[in-house]
């Protein structure tokens, strides 16, 4: 398993992470097991975000896509 490294908003309890599960020779599952995923943590835990924590959210997303996309690719 591969889990990339949390993310987190500024003042607030949103984390977002990435995983994926890699193979021996190094390779990452292409779904046959479990496709490379993003998760968004601590939203039932926080309240509304500003606009600043909005963008900063946003980035990470992005941040966490691009990571996923890449291991896919490999």
Same mark, same amino acid.
């Given at each position: 398993?591969?889990?990339? *490294?949390?993310?987190?908003?500024?003042? *607030?309890?949103?984390?977002? !992470?990435?995983?994926?599960?890699?193979?021996?020779?190094?390779?990452?599952?292409?779904?046959?097991?479990?496709? =490379? *995923?993003?998760?968004?943590?601590?939203?039932?835990?926080?309240? =509304?975000?500003?606009?600043?924590?909005?963008?900063?959210?946003?980035? !990470?997303?992005?941040?966490?896509?691009?990571?996923?996309?890449?291991?896919?690719?490999?």
């Amino acid at each position: 398993m591969v889990i990339g *490294h949390d993310r987190t908003v500024t003042d *607030h309890k949103l984390r977002v !992470s990435t995983s994926a599960v890699q193979w021996a020779d190094g390779s990452v599952d292409d779904g046959t097991v479990e496709a =490379p *995923h993003v998760y968004v943590f601590g939203v039932d835990e926080t309240g =509304p975000l500003n606009s600043d924590q909005a963008r900063e959210l946003a980035a !990470s997303l992005l941040q966490a896509a691009a990571e996923v996309d890449g291991w896919a690719a490999r």
